[in-house]
């Protein structure tokens, strides 16, 4: 009778799976061949950009020409029927850029942290992880550091959907000789995190900015466990790390910085949206698409908000937000301070003219900055 027994080594003979699957991925080798080779002779071509720039004393960063760019590759990618999403399209040449922005300047970002915060988590997302980043404890800390040019730009939140606008950062840009360069809008997407995702919970951490939009959905994912204020988002996570049976809620980059593990995302319909803002020694330049934070001065009087509408209404300038603040240095309280954000770029004729109007009524004018108008939801 036959053997019919396997030779000893036709447990090495490749199979027709095998052998698709290494011709497939000596194509993919070859292709990434040849994105390594295109990467660097972009990379040279950021550097004549760099000299180029350097000897104009222009901008390394022109965020107007991020977003043009960014929206010329996803409609490419759809023109190509590309099966990449613009999410991941944008995300992948982020990093491009980003290494780009090291190439052409050692560029430093300071942000509010500490690290892990929301703010560090958009500042990296924007950014990328080429750059050099710098926490601030406070935002005083950040306007000073952009102020004596110790780094280039800072992140800063502005607004949050849910607590309103941060008073911090707009009462500073009123007193600094600095401005909105750019905006940036994300959508907050907070994440609980623990040391595993086996021990039962029986405390919950977190800052306050933090877990007051997340409670509706801490208390149906985790019923019964308690949820404690910390100082900070970093604290909180620290707690995490340390003490079993607790866990804290960030961010997915708080998680990663602590060893920390994702036990649970919040559910799309309790995410919210904020505003950040790129702080910088001037404004952007027009993009075609702006938008223009004001601080106005005015008398406190009966249709003293009215009036200053009006200026911009009669020229169809829309008025997209308004925000009030006390004038710290009013003790009679017969002074209004308003900021608002409107459509269009300061350089615009027509609001030189409605900022000169309003002068002329005897309103205080000044410029927080002009910068592109976000097109685009940033998200992890």
């Known amino acids: 009778m036959p053997d019919s027994s396997p030779s000893p ?4 003979q490749p199979t027709p799976a095998s052998i698709d699957l290494q011709a497939i991925r000596v194509r993919i080798d070859a292709i990434d061949e040849q994105l390594i080779r295109l990467l660097n002779e972009r990379g040279d071509l950021v550097l004549e950009v760099a000299e180029v720039k350097k000897k104009a ?5 022109v965020p107007g020409r991020e977003e043009a760019l960014l929206r010329k590759l996803c409609q490419i990618n759809t023109a190509q029927h590309g099966k990449l999403t613009e999410k ?11 290494a780009a922005l090291a190439l052409e300047d050692s560029l430093k970002i300071a942000y509010l942290g500490p690290a892990g915060s929301w703010t ?17 404890a406070a935002i005083e800390g950040a306007f000073a550091r952009v102020a004596a040019r110790e780094v280039d730009y800072a992140v800063l939140p502005i607004e949050h959907s849910a607590e309103g606008a941060v008073h911090h950062t707009l009462d500073h840009l009123v007193d600094a000789q600095l401005q909105i360069y750019a905006q940036i809008l994300w959508k907050v997407e907070t994440v609980v995190m623990a040391q595993d995702d086996d021990t039962p919970l029986t405390a919950i951490y977190g800052h306050p900015q933090m877990l007051a939009p997340c409670r509706p959905w801490l208390s149906q994912r985790f019923p019964g466990v308690k949820l404690v204020e910390s100082a900070s988002s970093s604290l909180a996570a ?14 997915p980059l708080g998680a990663e910085l602590h060893a920390l593990k994702v036990v649970a995302a919040s559910p799309r319909e309790f995410s919210s949206r904020a505003r950040f803002i790129i702080l910088g020694r001037r404004s952007g330049d027009p993009s075609g698409n702006d938008n223009t934070m004001l601080m106005v001065h005015a008398n406190d009087k009966v249709g003293a908000l009215l009036e200053v509408l009006k200026v911009f209404a009669s020229r169809n300038v829309n008025v997209r937000q308004i925000e009030n603040r006390p004038v710290s240095d009013d003790p009679s309280g017969t002074q209004a301070r ?30 927080l900055g002009s910068y592109p108008a976000p097109r685009w939801i940033e998200e992890r």
């Open 57 to 61: 004393g222009l901008d390394i960063y």
């Open 238 to 251: 620290t707690h995490a790390e340390t003490e079993v049976g607790t866990a804290a809620v960030g961010t």
């Open 9 to 12: 080594d036709s447990a090495d």
């Open 120 to 136: 560090h988590q958009v500042a990296v997302h924007k950014f990328g992880n080429s750059v050099e980043y710098i926490a601030e």
């Open 338 to 367: 308003f900021f608002l954000e409107i459509s269009g770029h300061h350089e615009d004729s027509t609001l030189q003219e409605a900022i000169a109007d309003l002068e002329k009524q005897g309103a205080k004018v000044k410029v």
């Open 88 to 98: 991941a399209i944008r995300s992948i040449f982020r990093e491009i850029m980003s």
